[in-house]
């Protein structure tokens, strides 16, 4: 049951971010076709770790469209130059 409520959010985060980048007709379309693949609903249905990972994926493009051009994380340089 947590997979089917992880993939519906996932829908509506990724509804989110291409109806921010293009339109929001587009950004419908686009979560129809996640919510109506047959191997999503099937991994949903499971005891699969995809759900989550696919939640991760479109929560970091959320966050990246949200931020802009600016990450949330300023990591240092590895090497000082």
Do not use: D, E, K
Not at 30 to 52: D, N
Not at 53 to 74: E, I, K, M, S
């Amino acid at each position: 049951m947590a997979n089917v409520l992880l993939l519906t959010i996932t829908v509506f985060v990724l509804y989110r971010v291409v109806a921010g980048w293009t339109r929001p007709l587009v950004g419908a379309l686009a979560g129809l076709l996640v919510a109506g693949c047959p191997l999503l609903v099937y991994t949903a249905t499971t005891l699969y770790p995809q759900t989550l990972a696919g939640l991760l994926l479109v929560v970091v493009l959320w966050l990246v469209r949200r931020n802009g051009r600016h990450p949330n994380l300023h990591l240092p340089s590895p090497v000082p130059s």
